[in-house]
């Protein structure tokens, strides 16, 4: 069932897992995401204005993938906007 | 709109499946967004632009159907077997300074944690951790096989490592010591 890969994996996770208090479900970085991203497009931090949703980033490859692709399609639409 | 996010999603999953596959998604997802936008307008808060967040929401949907689409024929058990059918003994031999003491060592750790994780975890948890972690499977595919949901999904995930966690603290096993037991020095 475990190989090293697996284990080391697994390992990885566990070092980065902490009982958190306010540790956000799917639907919770789901609901911020939006905001998250765009603080991300302007060039700021969004890992440290908001911690949380990174952390549920760091440990959902899900929502991780969701947030990428957004980010892929944000980037894109800007370039596509209109310069006044 | 339906276009805009249309094009959105165009960018959003170029390159995660095929061609052909995408165009009529794309389609389908934008028309299925903008339905799921005009109902849900009351709960947009305005702490990001208007087309942010209905972009969020074309994404969404298209990835739960992507998903679908791909690992609808697949198996939790068929997850949970790819794992065991791959041969990993290559990968420990490959190791540059393998000695039959390490080597050992790993085949020991390997089997405790194995333990660890049988004695420890509800059969549930075990279930989901190896299929997330080993199968590769998106969680919204193994919630479904579960017959739950991606967010209690990820919930008995966070008490599955929490559990895991004390387990090998208990053990007097830290997590640098077991990685570097298993890196290639």
């Known amino acids: ?84 | 709109m339906r276009l805009k996010l249309a094009r959105g999603l165009h960018y959003a999953l170029a390159g995660r499946a095929p061609d052909s596959l995408l165009e009529s998604l794309e389609e389908d997802v934008a028309q299925e967004a903008v339905l799921k936008i005009l109902a849900s307008l009351d709960t947009f808060r305005g702490e990001s632009q208007f087309m942010t967040w209905a972009t969020k929401i074309a994404v969404r949907l298209a990835f739960t159907e992507l998903r679908r689409k791909r690992w609808q024929d697949v198996s939790l058990e068929g997850l949970l077997k790819v794992e065991e059918e791959q041969d990993y003994t290559p990968a420990i031999l490959a190791d540059k300074t393998p000695t039959p003491e390490q080597l050992a060592e790993r085949t020991i750790m390997l089997e405790a944690v194995e333990k660890m994780i049988v004695e420890s975890l509800s059969d549930r948890q075990r279930q989901a951790i190896m299929a997330v972690l080993t199968g590769g499977a998106p969680m919204d595919e193994v919630a479904r096989q579960l017959g739950t949901n991606r967010n209690a999904l990820y919930k008995l995930l966070h008490d599955a490592r929490l559990r895991l966690q004390k387990r090998l603290a208990a053990e007097g096993l830290s997590p640098k010591d077991l990685l570097a037991l298993f890196s290639e020095k």
């Open chain 1, 1 to 84: 069932m475990l190989n090293p890969e697996t284990l080391k994996e697994m390992i990885l996770i566990l070092t980065n897992t902490h009982a958190g208090e306010g540790a956000l479900s799917c639907d919770e970085c789901y609901e911020e995401i939006d905001h998250f991203a765009e603080i991300s497009l302007v060039g700021m931090s969004a890992a440290e204005a908001m911690p949380l949703v990174q952390d549920h980033l760091d440990k959902c490859p899900d929502c991780r993938e969701e947030y990428e692709a957004l980010m892929t399609a944000l980037k894109f639409m800007e370039q596509e906007k209109p310069t006044d």
